[in-house]
């Protein structure tokens, strides 16, 4: 039987924080070292890795039906694709990259304007170049192959992705502007997305792959309480943004268990108050998909 979906996924940094996901998600999907198709435990779905940096480009050419992609792709391709979901998700945090245009802390640069008639570098290019055309800023914008950071002492300023700042202020520089921020964004190609039977698989997957997102910053928490104390607990529980726990009668017919999805933050917090409000028998465990 011929797959119904090719899938996209994205070879290089984001590799396996997507295939994490998509385990997650329910797929399992095995990447051998030298295969650009890696297997899925789906035979609805063919995978093929690209580079984020073309995966748009291939899924508005009808290389893929639906891939995995940062929005900046998107827009420094300016390709023509259906974004499926934003996936608030990377290989550090949860955090969108942010592109920031960025000179050594000793530069006298100070604002973009100050930049004018001189050197950027980024892999960045077209979307750099339209930030400063935007401003009205004469400046020429180089192709940078790799160890941007480093030229930003050589040339004038570079433009460069940053999650965390650590890169940055390892190679003492510092931010001048933000050019865009970017989150991870499933894209489907507009051909496959008009398809009823293709566009029913593609919401099939997003709709487990945000699961499995919205299930990263959340624990599931099980805990028994007395019958007489159980309005308490559920004003703690409610305290916490809950309010509907899945309550279960106990064969003692005097207590019944609860359970409840709260925050990972909260849980911490939570549990003494409970304990207190005269809860007990706490199970913590972690959640793979949470769909609404």
Not at 34 to 44: L, V
Not at 137 to 154: N, Y
Not at 189 to 215: F, H, T
């Amino acid at each position: 039987m011929e797959p119904l979906l090719t899938l996209g996924l994205p070879k290089g940094s984001l590799q396996d924080a997507t295939i994490d996901l998509f385990r997650r998600a329910g797929y399992q999907i095995q990447v051998s070292e030298r295969s650009y198709f890696p297997s899925i435990d789906d035979p609805q779905i063919r995978c093929i890795m690209f580079r984020s940096q073309e995966m748009a480009r291939y899924t508005e050419d009808g290389i893929v039906d639906c891939g995995v992609t940062g929005l900046d792709w998107i827009e420094e391709t300016e390709s023509d694709v259906h974004q499926v979901g934003e996936m608030q998700y990377s290989k550090v945090s949860a955090r969108p990259a942010r592109w920031v245009l960025a000179v050594p802390n000793e530069s006298d640069i100070q604002t973009p304007e100050d930049l004018a008639g001189g050197v950027i570098a980024t892999e960045l290019v077209e979307t750099t170049r339209r930030y400063f055309q935007r401003k009205g800023i004469d400046v020429k914008v180089e192709f940078s192959w790799g160890a941007t950071e480093v030229k930003a002492r050589i040339l004038n300023a570079i433009v460069d992705v940053t999650e965390t700042g650590a890169s940055l202020r390892a190679n003492n520089l510092r931010v001048i502007d933000e050019i865009m921020s970017s989150t991870p964004r499933f894209i489907a190609n507009n051909a496959a997305w008009a398809d009823p039977e293709r566009r029913e698989k593609i919401e099939s997957i997003n709709l487990l792959l945000q699961g499995a997102i919205a299930a990263r910053s959340k624990v599931g928490l099980k805990l028994n309480v007395p019958l007489d104390k159980l309005s308490d607990v559920l004003t703690v529980i409610g305290s916490f943004g809950e309010h509907s726990p899945t309550v279960s009668p106990l064969t003692d017919k005097e207590w019944v268990a609860l359970e409840v999805i709260l925050e990972e933050r909260a849980e911490r917090e939570a549990i003494p108050k409970l304990q207190q409000a005269g809860a007990s028998g706490f199970v913590s465990y972690p959640l793979n998909k949470v769909i609404s």
